[in-house]
C-alpha cells in the first residue's frame, strides 16, 4: 500500500534559520510522482513542486529545494533563510497510479513556525 | 475567477440533515478530486471524476456519500443522514487530468455537524 510519512509534527524556528521538512515514502510502483504542497492558515493546499520517480535531480527554487532519494525513499524540502511568512502546514503527497490524473496519498504534515 | 472555487465556506447543519457542497473547478480541467481534512491530519481521498463520470470512488465511506459531476464542470458532494463524525474539512482540486499533473485545490468547505 502506499503510504508517506512525515516524522515531524512540528517545526519551530527563528527567522533566517534554515529548516528540513522530512519526508519517506513507501510504495510499489516503478513509476510515481511526489508532492509538497503548503496549507496556510486560510486553509487552501498550495502546490510548490511535483517530482516524478525518473527524475532524481535535486531542485532548487529561491529559497526552496528538494531533495529526491529514491535508495532511502525519501523526498526532503529545505527552506533557506526561513521566513515568518513561511508559517505553515507542509504536506508532503505521493501518487497513486491512474490511467488519468492523481489520487494523491498525503503525509500527515509538518506544522512549521518562523518567530520573528 | 482563475482559482478552485468552493461553496458554501462553511456549513453548520444538524445530525441527519442532508447537506450539498459544491466545488466549480478551474476552466478546462477535466480531472476534479474531493478530499476530506480531519483536524490535524492531511487530506484523504474521496472521489476523482474524469470529465462527468466517476472513475475512482473507492475513498468514499459509505453510502450516505455520493458525488455528482453532470456536465464535466461544477461537482457536488451530498452528504445524507450526516452524523458528527462527518465534521471535517472538504476539499476540491482540480487538475488538468494527465498522469501526474498538478492538482489545485479550492478553500475548502468546513462542515460541522452538531
Excluded at chain 1, 87 to 103: D, P, Q, T
Excluded at chain 2, 34 to 48: A, D, H, N, T, V
Excluded at chain 2, 50 to 64: E, F, H, I, V
Aim: glycine share 10%; charged share 20%.
Amino acid at each position: 500500500a502506499q503510504k508517506v510519512t512525515q516524522a515531524q509534527t512540528e517545526i519551530s524556528v527563528v527567522e533566517k534559520e534554515d529548516v528540513t521538512l522530512d519526508c519517506v515514502y513507501e510504495t510499489r510502483d516503478t513509476t510515481y510522482y511526489l508532492f509538497w504542497y503548503k496549507q496556510p492558515p486560510s486553509g487552501e493546499l498550495v502546490f510548490l513542486i511535483r517530482r516524478n520517480s525518473f527524475d532524481e535531480q535535486n531542485e532548487i527554487s529561491g529559497r526552496y529545494s528538494w531533495n529526491f532519494q529514491k535508495s532511502t525513499s525519501s523526498f526532503n524540502f529545505t527552506i533557506t533563510a526561513s521566513q515568518v511568512v513561511d508559517s505553515a502546514v507542509y504536506f508532503c503527497a505521493l501518487s497513486e497510479s491512474m490511467e488519468y490524473g492523481n489520487k494523491l496519498v498525503f503525509g500527515a504534515g509538518t506544522i512549521l513556525r518562523v518567530k520573528s | 475567477g482563475a482559482g478552485v472555487s468552493q461553496t458554501p465556506s462553511n456549513k453548520v447543519t444538524e445530525k441527519g440533515k442532508y447537506v450539498e457542497l459544491r466545488c466549480d473547478p478551474i476552466s478546462g480541467h477535466t480531472a476534479l478530486y474531493w478530499y476530506r481534512q480531519s483536524l490535524g491530519q492531511g487530506p484523504e481521498f474521496l472521489i476523482y471524476f474524469q470529465g462527468t463520470g466517476a472513475a475512482d470512488d473507492s475513498g468514499l465511506p459509505n453510502d450516505r456519500f455520493f458525488a455528482v459531476r453532470p456536465e464535466g464542470s461544477v461537482s457536488t458532494l451530498k452528504i445524507q443522514r450526516t452524523e458528527r463524525g462527518d465534521s471535517a474539512v472538504y476539499l476540491c482540486a482540480s487538475s488538468l487530468g494527465g498522469k501526474g499533473t498538478e492538482a489545485f485545490f479550492g478553500q475548502g468547505t468546513r462542515l460541522t455537524v452538531v
